[in-house]
């Protein structure tokens, strides 16, 4: 009975540590891009994807770190492209182009990578458990939670301690304000995106661990 409590509890420890690093992300963009990012979940399926796709090529922890860079640049161009042009209007008009966007991605990962989840193969040495009465507990479990933890660390240090980071808090209080003391607000606001998909990035990776990543409609 012990066990069986550790195990759910544990379990739902990781899927909170998955749907966090998402939430960072999304509540980072909402604030300061003032853009409701209907995608902002595809993005996350397309780290777990390229991490599922570069991994043979780089290794395990190369996909860890190449993976959700190669969201991000995705993201930017996004952001510069479709996005920009919205600031400023209805935050209606960014939320329909979002959702819109979503929908393209989802019909293009499932036409890349098919609408069967993917296998994923964790290396021997993380994914064994780390004792038998603690089978749930694998060394792949406490990488993630230990990413996490710098992760969030990370982006607090950079928020209260970076130029950049204090110009995004500023830029949640008074966007105007910040503008015309001469913050580059268009850079500010790109490198703000770049970080909230950055985070959905590492969320697919850390969802694609869990479990084989699936395109959202796909049968199961």
Do not use: C, K
Not at 12 to 21: D, H, K, M, R, S
Not at 26 to 33: A, D, E, K, P, Q
Not at 56 to 74: E, N, Q, R
Request: glycine content about 12%; cysteine-free; overall charge positive.
């Amino acid at each position: 009975m012990e066990s069986l409590i550790m195990y759910s509890a544990f379990n739902g420890l990781i899927v909170g540590i998955f749907y966090a690093l998402m939430a960072l992300g999304l509540s980072l963009i909402l604030g300061l891009n003032g853009v409701i990012n209907f995608a902002h979940g595809t993005f996350m399926a397309l780290g777990g994807y390229l991490a599922f796709t570069i991994e043979p090529y780089v290794g395990f922890w190369g996909s860890l770190i190449l993976a959700p860079f190669g969201a991000v640049v995705l993201g930017l161009l996004v952001e510069r492209i479709l996005i920009r042009p919205l600031y400023g209007r209805d935050p209606l008009f960014s939320l329909l182009l979002t959702f819109g966007l979503a929908m393209i991605m989802e019909d293009l990962i499932r036409t890349i990578w098919g609408s069967v989840g993917q296998p994923f193969v964790l290396p021997n040495y993380l994914n064994t458990p780390l004792s038998a009465s603690l089978f749930f507990l694998t060394g792949y479990r406490l990488v993630l939670i230990a990413i996490t933890i710098l992760v969030t660390g990370a982006l607090f240090a950079v928020l209260r301690y970076t130029r950049i980071g204090i110009r995004i808090r500023a830029g949640n209080a008074d966007l105007e304000t910040i503008s015309a003391m001469g913050v580059n607000i268009f850079f500010l606001r790109a490198a703000n995106f770049g970080i909230g998909i950055f985070l959905a990035g590492l969320a697919g990776f850390s969802r694609r661990g869990s479990s084989g990543f699936r395109p959202r409609s796909a049968p199961r």
